[in-house]
């Protein structure tokens, strides 16, 4: 087997306990009884490695979709299965973290349909508010996990959109 696969399965057992900013490099190293630098020849940090899990293990079949609703909803799905890793892993607010990858993913979607229906996607306004549902997914999403998962995923996005700033979404 790969190496990638033995790390990657490493990091997902140390995030059903600990957050992605209290696990270290050496910690995953010293699990898998490897050196420094056999890390550092698949991934840049810690970071790196978490989001190829999440692309791996979340992501995998998400890549397609252009609805930022309909990948908030897919990826509920998934996050899902394993609730903790994914809170765990969502935890921190650093610029390479996987929350402000999957921020900027739904950003991207949600511009892209924005644009498609011949809306505004550029001023500060949209910016602000842009930034205002990305922060409001991410937060909301991690409420959902903390609290086991209750609600259904479609119950989800609907309070998502219900809380989002108004003159960002008009469906």
């Known amino acids: 087997m790969k190496i990638e696969f033995f790390l990657e399965n490493t990091l997902m057992d140390l995030l059903k306990t600990k957050s992605i900013d209290s696990i270290h490099v050496k910690d995953?190293?010293?699990e898998l009884g490897i050196c420094k630098g056999t890390f550092y020849k698949y991934y840049q940090d810690k970071y790196d490695l978490v989001v190829h899990v999440f692309e791996n293990k979340f992501f995998h079949d998400l890549h397609?979709?252009?609805s930022w609703e309909e990948f908030i909803i897919r990826s509920l799905t998934a996050f899902r299965?394993?609730?903790d890793i994914v809170y765990n892993a969502m935890l921190s607010g650093d610029i390479n973290s996987?929350?402000?990858y999957y921020e900027r993913h739904i950003k991207k979607l949600f511009l892209a349909g924005r644009a498609e229906r011949n809306l505004d996607v550029e001023g500060r306004e949209i910016e602000y508010?842009?930034?205002i549902l990305t922060r409001l997914v991410r937060e909301t999403v991690m409420v959902w996990l903390?609290?086991?998962c209750v609600e259904?995923?479609?119950e989800v996005l609907a309070m998502i959109k219900h809380l989002m700033p108004y003159n960002?979404?008009?469906p």
Do not use: F, H, L, S
């Open 129 to 131: 508010a842009v930034n």
């Open 152 to 154: 259904a995923e479609e």
């Open 146 to 148: 903390k609290g086991g």
């Open 81 to 83: 299965r394993a609730p």
């Open 168 to 170: 960002v979404y008009e």
């Open 98 to 100: 996987i929350a402000n």
């Open 64 to 66: 397609a979709i252009t």
């Open 28 to 30: 995953i190293i010293a």
